[in-house]
């Protein structure tokens, strides 16, 4: 099946008691059973829920995986899968990522004994240079959050496997819908499924696909033995956004083009971040990983003064000043005093979250109403 076939079809029946379109929300905690170990299927909703169950093997459809597992948040999904490794093992991570992400890896898993190192993975062989017997795992963002550079998934694969490392890629930005880093060679994908598959800024969820049997059985024993499962709720919200996935991300990328190439021009502002520049580094790699660019923009102020950039973000109408992204609704945000902010002031200023950058996700309204909001709060 193509995409669009999957993302309505993949993992969802008609309910067959009531011939219900769309899955019911199983809002139950536990299923009486016929005897001693005599169910059908399901015994604990911490265990496997209906409505979750469909969730989870809808997105491993749509990411070319066979195994997915649904998570109370992203970072819940992320805590999964470093809890697949030991003291002493140590992860090689992209430089430039969430800051939630760098939170959990240097103030949580650090204290286990797990070492991590954070490198730039621009250039692929870069990773090479920090790999030893103890490497694990290799985390990758493409595009990174907040500075939109490309990652080739491909070659950093082929890194791991020599090295016996697993390839876990964070395809938040990008979504199912523009790449699929399982069929570049990735172990694991994980998603904030709050962003692009959720769609709506209604939900909070992670999830991991994969198409490893031995992972697999680790990643739902680990889901299993720790809780962190998402609700019935939550995961019928995020199978109905799923549904429009292909739609939404399309909007996504005009509208963003349009405006990255209405940002360049401006004449206060320095510089623009979006892959879909021919200028832009590693542009050749996400032409060939990427079917779009995205609707993720960031950009800097000519000066770089942090009180320019605050007074921006605020005199939006249309864009709202909030965390998160991959709604239908415009957002904007500054990365280094909200959604980057753990990460310490000179490591920020190395990757490029100075003072005044801004980040962009754009959404799916009228594109020429968002090029009149920004206009008049950059005025």
């Keep these: 099946m193509k995409f669009a076939t999957k993302a309505i079809h993949a993992g969802v029946h008609p309910d067959e008691s009531t011939g219900a379109i769309m899955t019911p929300i199983y809002q139950t905690s536990t299923y009486v ?80 004994g797990i070492k ?41 694969s082929k890194i791991a496997k020599k090295a016996g490392a697993m390839l876990a890629v964070d395809n938040t930005f990008a979504t199912p819908y523009l ?3 399982i069929d570049l060679g990735a172990d694991i994908v994980m998603h904030s499924a709050t962003k692009y598959l959720g769609g709506h800024s209604d939900v909070v969820m992670g999830i991991l696909v994969t198409d490893n049997d031995e992972i697999s059985k680790e990643m739902y024993r680990i889901q299993n033995s720790t809780g962190a499962v998402t609700s019935p709720m939550d995961s019928f919200l995020v199978l109905r956004g799923i549904k429009t996935l292909h739609l939404r991300v399309q909007r996504h ?20 971040y979006w892959p879909g520049f021919e200028s832009h580094p590693n542009h050749l790699i996400a032409k060939k990983q990427m079917r779009d660019y995205s609707g993720m923009i ?23 000043l909030a965390e998160s992204l991959g709604g239908v609704e415009s957002l904007i945000g500054h990365p280094a005093t909200m959604t980057h902010a753990s990460i310490p002031k000179e490591e920020r200023d190395k990757i490029g979250i100075v003072d005044s950058l801004i980040r962009l996700s754009v959404g799916v309204e009228d594109v020429e109403d968002l090029i009149a909001d920004l206009e008049q709060a950059l005025a």
Aim: proline fraction near 4%; glycine fraction near 8%.
């Design 116 to 156: 991590f190192q954070f490198v730039d993975m621009s250039n692929a062989s870069n990773v090479e240079k920090f790999l030893t017997p103890n490497t694990k795992l290799i985390w990758v963002e493409t595009p990174t959050n907040p500075m939109m550079n490309i990652i080739d998934i491909e070659a950093v």
């Design 179 to 181: 790449q699929t880093p």
């Design 253 to 272: 990328c005009e509208n963003g083009a349009k405006i990255a190439r209405w940002l360049v021009k401006h004449p206060k502002v320095n510089k623009v």
């Design 33 to 112: 059973q016929d005897g001693v170990g005599n169910h059908k299927g399901y015994e604990y909703s911490r265990t496997l829920n209906p409505t979750r169950h469909a969730l989870e093997k809808n997105i491993a459809a749509i990411e070319n995986g066979r195994f997915g597992a649904a998570f109370g948040s992203g970072l819940a999904a992320i805590d999964c899968v470093v809890k697949m490794l030991s003291p002493g093992d140590e992860v090689i991570s992209t430089n430039d990522l969430y800051g939630g992400t760098y939170r959990l890896f240097t103030t949580i898993f650090a204290k286990y």
């Design 298 to 320: 960031s950009f800097t102020l000519k000066g770089n003064n942090i009180e320019d950039a605050h007074t921006i973000v605020k005199k939006v109408a249309l864009f709202a």
